[in-house]
């Protein structure tokens, strides 16, 4: 079967975040694909396989991190719709059947790819105890992003804390499902972009993820809010970096990105 390695949220090659790509017949048993994707060793591997016309999806979607199965996944969705499209694989839009329910992506005239994903419900809740030395930095409010993606959010005091977070992450996994998300306002939007994040999830096997799309159906709601629009762009701080334009629609989220396919190749076992 064919394998690629695909950088999403990015238009070029070796940034955004990477995620391995396999359209397949039929899912084979889920021990062999947890098995490839601890093989592919990136923060996601998507596979999917092409569903009965005239169903509501078109294609079946599951995502795997190499400790075990996720329930939402942004950017390996991305990825799949690109690989999808630039192989001729499927053409317009492209509903897929996931954990979380059927999942739209449509191509752009410029080339990027808008994902239809549901808006994460947040619940103020108080500052855990332990958090704020486990992550190195005071948070101002912290918020839990439902069931869907498992995470706290973390609202620090500024752009530079977050770039400068160097967490104890064995730490930071006694406080989530799957991690934490660090979030401040720009500190000049001028740049192109409204507000930073980094997402540390060390219960599924990823230290730093490079750029979280599901992330971003929790920090467009959250920005929002705060920052009076509902078309923001955010940048994921993390040392390959990437941008997210999100547009908040009630209960669904946008999100917007590139992706480049950097590697094909042929699993042979």
């Known amino acids: 079967m064919r394998i690629r390695i695909v950088d999403a949220f990015t238009d070029r090659p070796f940034a955004g975040n990477p995620a391995g790509v396999l359209l397949l017949d039929a899912f084979p048993d889920d021990d ?24 509501e999806a078109d294609w079946a979607l599951r995502w795997f991190t190499p400790a075990t199965e996720v329930n939402l996944c942004g950017h390996a969705t991305l990825a799949t719709a690109h690989v999808l499209h630039t192989t001729g694989a499927h053409e317009g839009t ?27 419900p947040l619940t103020a809740v108080e500052v855990p105890d332990g958090v704020a030395e486990a992550l190195g930095a005071v ?9 869907n993606i498992g995470d706290l959010l973390l609202e620090l005091a500024d752009e530079k804390t977050v770039h ?3 967490p104890d992450l064995r730490a930071l996994g006694a406080y989530s499902e799957r991690g934490i998300i660090a979030t401040a306002r720009a500190e000049d939007p001028s740049r192109g972009y409204d507000f930073v994040s980094r997402c ?39 040392p390959r970096s990437g941008r997210v334009r999100t547009r908040l629609r009630g209960d669904r989220t946008l999100l917007t990105g590139r992706a480049v396919t950097t590697i094909e190749g042929e699993l042979l076992a």
């Open 139 to 147: 948070p101002l409010s912290v918020f839990d992003t439902g069931p």
């Open 200 to 238: 540390f999830f060390p219960n599924v096997g990823i230290d730093e993820d490079p750029v979280t799309g599901s992330a971003h159906t929790a920090l467009a709601p959250f920005w929002s809010e705060r920052l009076g629009g509902t078309d923001l762009t955010g940048l994921q701080a993390s």
């Open 164 to 166: 400068a977070l160097a």
């Open 94 to 120: 492209v509903r897929f059947a996931t954990r979380s329910g059927v999942l739209v992506a449509t191509p752009q005239e410029d080339g990027a790819i808008t994902l239809d994903f549901p808006t994460a």
């Open 32 to 55: 062999r694909l947890q098995r490839i994707a601890l093989e592919v060793n990136h923060a996601e591997t998507a596979f999917a396989h092409r569903l009965p016309a005239g169903g």
